[in-house]
């Protein structure tokens, strides 16, 4: 029996039909695979910025939002709650505060602008001896002055004042230097100036040092705490690498 043009046509269909969806579904899963390798890049390089990898290095965002709470330290964060604490000890008379700020302060900023770590800075006073003089007062001058910078300013002031240190042994700093110090960061004249020349914070920084010294045991600097654990040895706080693994760790446990 012979058969028509039109019953080889009826009966092809089918299997045309089957290979259209056989490269639907196909076509589909290669999107999905793309999207997925997409979404394991974005992550891997997210896993090389937070161990030290090919992201790390100077950092040059936007800066991370500076809140002040109520004790006076100073808070980098992007609102993640659930993120790390780091916790910042600093005295702007110390030359190895100023050391661990140049070699991880990019590291921390960074960090903190992406969410990824609470970072909390406290001015306190660690030179406190009358044979530390003239150090041990512009220890406490510049702490006050700290206290005194709207936290708009604070950033921009807390790098000014360790950039422009006074060498150890020198004449630390005055209430003049702090409050020139302070319109380099962009400071205005008015409140600030009347709150360093008056030592209003004086009070505060006494606060922030017994914390430092009694309830968190600083006994050298620099020094920082990750989720109230101490950061020991400077392999950590003078290793950009070594203290972004250290919160990426924190991070997973």
Not at 60 to 72: E, F, I, K, Y
Not at 99 to 119: C, H
Request: charged residues 25%.
């Amino acid at each position: 029996m012979s058969t028509s043009r039109g019953d080889r046509r009826t009966r092809e269909r089918p299997r045309g039909a089957v290979g259209h969806r056989l490269l639907a579904v196909l076509g589909a899963a290669v999107t999905i695979g793309l999207v997925l390798a997409g979404i394991d890049l974005v992550r891997a390089q997210d896993r090389e910025a937070d161990d030290g990898g090919p992201g790390s290095g100077a950092f040059g965002g936007p800066p991370p939002p500076v809140l002040r709470a109520g004790d006076g330290s100073t808070v980098l964060t992007w609102g993640d709650t659930t993120a790390p604490v780091l916790e910042i000890f600093t005295d702007y008379q110390c030359p190895e505060c100023r050391a661990m700020d140049a070699a991880v302060g990019s590291v921390i900023k960074r960090l903190a602008a992406r969410g990824r770590v609470r970072a909390v800075y406290r001015p306190f006073q660690f030179y406190r001896s009358p044979q530390d003089e003239p150090m041990t007062s512009g220890s406490a001058r510049a702490a006050n002055a700290a206290l005194c910078a709207p936290a708009v300013n604070w950033l921009p002031y807390h790098e000014t004042l360790l950039a422009h240190q006074t060498a150890k042994g020198g004449q630390g700093f005055t209430p003049a230097d702090l409050i020139a110090l302070g319109r380099r960061a962009g400071i205005p004249a008015g409140a600030f100036d009347a709150c360093v020349t008056g030592a209003r914070m004086a009070g505060q920084v006494e606060r922030m040092t017994r914390y430092a010294t009694v309830e968190r045991g600083v006994r050298e600097v620099p020094a920082a705490f990750l989720n109230g654990r101490r950061l020991e040895g400077a392999d950590r706080l003078l290793s950009p690498v070594r203290l972004e693994r250290a919160i990426h760790a924190a991070r997973r446990g």
